[in-house]
């Protein structure tokens, strides 16, 4: 038995089978990364225009076009005034109507001398009357139907009802928040930027970005005309190329710093863990590899390669594939393949 044990520890099959990648030194493009996040360029949060009750409101995440009605009050009591004032106005016609034909009449006999000058000027009087009269009714008229208009919200831009603040049947005061409409088909990406690095970047740069499950790409148009006095920070606005986006969702932006020397070795080197990165140094030759764990600093990088900083030198040796199962002092051997 003793013998058995020892042929088996003879044997590499206790070994963790590893592939290795080499620490160079060299330049790489360096980038500071800045978190952002999605916003859209066309949202808002819409308010009545008048008290009242909500009779119906558009559905939570339905996508509506612009000028479509996105919510509606009661307006039983407008249209019954309207039919009023309608009604009024029509009354004023017609009496506009008889009081014309009667100037028309007493203008011709004072013409003929066969009436005095107070009959005309009295008829001329109620004729004036009534077209005031009328004038103000159709003002009155416009302005129910006006009141009418406003009892609805309509959608200023094509977009997606995104947040309900009241419900049907609550009543609702002039200015209050209703609903909130997003058009998730213009994403803007807002971050904030220190000032000496804003103001080197030129309109229409192209920058990384990376998310939940995305990278792309997004030019910057715009920054905010003041920088906040206490942080020193500016407020940067780009627009994302291609990928989808999702309103409110974080990212984070690769601010370009120029070519710098740096240690370099692969992303997939990295192990994270609470105390944040580490790499694992492979130290010997042929079948008696062994693992070191080495604490590491990134400085900056991409998917792909990273610049560190740590007890490393160029030309070490460390783990890419199988780092995640290591601890350190663990006998390792190269990966031959299947």
């Known amino acids: ?29 360096a980038s500071l990364w800045i978190s952002g996040t999605v916003a859209s360029r066309q949202q808002a949060e ?6 009242g009750r ?5 559905d939570f995440g339905s996508r509506v076009e ?5 919510l509606r009050l009661d307006s039983t009591a407008l249209h019954l005034s309207l039919e009023q004032a309608r009604a009024e106005q029509a009354r004023w016609a017609s009496s506009l109507r008889f009081a014309r034909a009667e100037f028309e009449r007493q203008d011709k006999l004072r013409r003929q001398h066969n009436a005095s000058l107070s009959q005309f000027d009295k008829a001329r009087l109620e004729m004036e009357q009534a077209e005031l009269a009328l004038q103000l009714a159709e003002i009155a008229a416009r302005q129910i139907e006006d009141q009418i208009r406003r009892s609805q919200i309509h959608a200023p831009f094509a977009g997606v009802v995104n947040h309900h603040f009241i419900q049907p049947g609550e009543h609702v005061d002039a200015g209050e928040k209703a609903l909130a409409l ?3 088909d213009a994403p803007d990406i807002r971050l904030q930027a220190p000032i000496d690095w804003a103001l080197r970047l030129a309109p229409d740069t192209l920058l990384k970005v990376e998310g939940a499950g995305l990278q792309g790409e997004a030019s910057y148009y715009q920054r905010a005309a003041s920088a906040d006095p206490v ?4 407020e940067l606005r780009l627009k994302p190329r291609k990928g989808s986006y999702i309103i409110g969702a974080p990212v984070r932006v690769a601010l370009p710093l120029g070519e710098r020397q740096a240690m370099l070795l692969p992303r997939d080197a990295l192990v994270l863990n609470t105390e944040g990165s580490v790499v694992f140094r492979v130290k010997g030759e042929g079948d008696a590899l062994t693992v070191s764990r080495v604490p ?7 998917e792909r390669q990273v610049a560190i900083s740590g007890a490393l030198t160029p030309g ?17 051997e190269l990966y031959r393949g299947s």
């Open 46 to 51: 819409l308010s009545a225009e008048q008290s």
């Open 66 to 70: 612009a000028g479509q009605v996105l």
């Open 296 to 302: 590491v600093t990134i400085l900056f990088g991409d």
């Open 231 to 234: 942080s020193r920070l500016i």
């Open 1 to 29: 038995m003793i013998a058995g044990l020892a042929l088996m520890a003879s044997l590499p099959l206790w070994a963790k089978s590893v592939t290795l990648a080499d620490v160079t030194r060299g330049d790489a493009g």
């Open 182 to 184: 997003v058009n998730p």
């Open 54 to 58: 909500v009779a119906w409101i558009a």
């Open 316 to 332: 070490d040796r460390v783990v890419v594939r199988g780092a995640g199962a290591l601890s350190d002092g663990d006998k390792v």
